[in-house]
């Protein structure tokens, strides 16, 4: 696969030189009284409660710019990876200028040459405001290709009134959620916890929590199939064969919602994305006590090995093919801005990737933000390789039959560990 990548890089290279004027522009650039103009294709990658935001405050753009039209383009997230590479790899017709682009995935945009360095461009203002670890998913092979927009991790949200009901505490451990789990049900008939099983990324908090990780990418070593990993998947497989908690492996992020927005599950893994879409169910709808919420949200139980949560957020990233580079750095610059980020977590709870946001007074004031905060200073860094993204494929494979009790823990962890040999060259063990 490494070769076929390399394969890959050098014809986006190439496709790239001969296609200058791609990236879905009118043209336009700096004009020699150094205005920036022309068109700004802009993907943004938000889900359904936050897009209206997004778009509201990259229009604003306009406004700072007149000379610049914003094309501003909501595509879902699931589809979004394949959608650009497409669209880079066929030559640049239709792809954007900017990309809001997973954290994972901006080391294997840069890998096959689809993004523009953003050293030394106007994109990266105020470099030392950003959070170490936001500014550390941006970087490959020693250069910059992201601009941090947010931070996130997850954490585990509650419904306050459910759990006084059952006369039980936010649990903090996987053993304490099976216990309280019990309660819930004999109190209140409602399942304790919906767990996602269609999304490798709710695999992640059970194998920091006992203690492993996927690899070790210092020692070039894969480390899932070891003994964490096993834990792992058993510790997730218990909770669903106890009964303390549900799960569905097709449908999972909507699913879940309901469940939760509706009252149905006490209890979900969910980050800070998703507080304005759980506020809107009729479980947390109560306005009747302003300055209150019946959302709770604490860590992510511990398992046998600690605590822990996995770091995840989004860059904005330039297409290495845009007709309009001096714009869309100047458009990356501004989404990524203090102003706008302040903006952002005001409107949405979302976590700013900038240091000086967070003295923002009402940014300070935000309980979600706060809790966050803490909990992405302790989140787990993922791998930031080319194949950072890949590696949740064949977790992906395995985690619902899991659940499902198809595949034993052991069964599941050397799978995984399998596919990640034959993913990864080179000196990997």
């Known amino acids: 696969m490494r070769h076929g990548m390399a394969a890959t890089a050098l014809i986006a290279a190439i496709t790239l030189t001969a296609t200058a004027c791609g990236g879905g522009t009118d043209g336009g650039g700096k004009g020699s009284d150094g205005k920036i103009s022309g068109t700004v294709t802009y993907w ?6 936050e897009k209206g935001t997004y778009e509201q405050l990259a229009l604003g753009f ?4 007149p000379g610049v039209k914003v094309n501003y383009v909501n595509v879902p997230f699931g589809e979004a990876l394949a959608k650009f590479k497409n669209a880079a790899g066929s030559g640049g017709s239709g792809a954007p200028d900017v990309l809001r682009a997973e954290v994972a995935w901006t080391q294997d945009l840069a890998n096959i040459g689809y993004l523009a360095k953003l050293d030394g461009t106007t994109a990266l203002a105020d470099q030392s405001d950003y959070l170490p670890k936001a500014a550390a998913g941006t970087k490959f092979k020693g250069a910059t290709y992201g601009v941090p927009q947010v931070i996130d991790t997850l954490g585990l949200f509650y419904n306050k009134k459910m759990l006084k009901e059952a006369g039980v505490a936010p649990p903090t451990s996987w053993a304490g959620l099976k216990a309280a789990a019990k309660k819930i049900k004999q109190k209140t008939g409602k399942t304790g916890l919906y767990l996602r099983g269609d999304d490798a990324y709710w695999y992640l908090p059970f194998l920091y929590g006992e203690g492993g990780d996927l690899l070790d990418t210092g020692k070039k070593r894969i480390t899932v199939d070891d003994a964490p990993g096993v834990k792992a998947f058993a510790a997730a497989r218990d909770l669903v064969a106890s009964g303390a908690a549900e ?13 939760i927005k509706n009252g149905d599950v006490a209890m979900t893994l969910n980050g800070p994305w998703a507080i304005e879409d759980t506020l809107a ?13 019946n959302l709770g949200v604490v860590p992510v139980p511990a398992g046998g090995g600690g605590q822990g949560a996995p770091q995840g957020g989004h860059n904005l990233t330039v297409y290495a093919g845009s007709g309009n580079l001096d714009a869309s750095y100047a458009f990356a610059r501004y989404m990524s801005s203090a102003e706008v980020q ?45 194949e950072g993204n890949s590696l949740f494929q064949a977790v ?14 052991k069964e599941a962890a050397t799978a995984v560990g399998e596919a990640y040999r034959k993913l990864l060259k080179g000196d990997w063990k």
């Open 62 to 65: 306009q406004k700072k710019y």
């Open 247 to 259: 799960t569905d492996a097709t449908d999972g992020w909507d699913t879940m919602q309901h469940a």
């Open 44 to 49: 943004d990658t938000s889900n359904e409660a």
């Open 281 to 293: 169910g009729k479980a947390f709808a109560d306005k009747s006590n302003p300055g209150t919420s």
């Open 396 to 409: 992906l494979v395995q985690f619902p039959n899991v659940l499902g009790g198809r595949t034993s823990p």
């Open 342 to 386: 302040a903006k952002t977590t005001e409107k949405l709870s979302l976590l700013p990737t900038r240091a000086s946001v967070y003295r923002n007074e009402a940014v300070a004031a935000n309980p979600n933000v706060k809790f966050f905060k803490a909990a992405v200073d302790k989140a787990v860094e993922r791998p930031w390789i080319p």
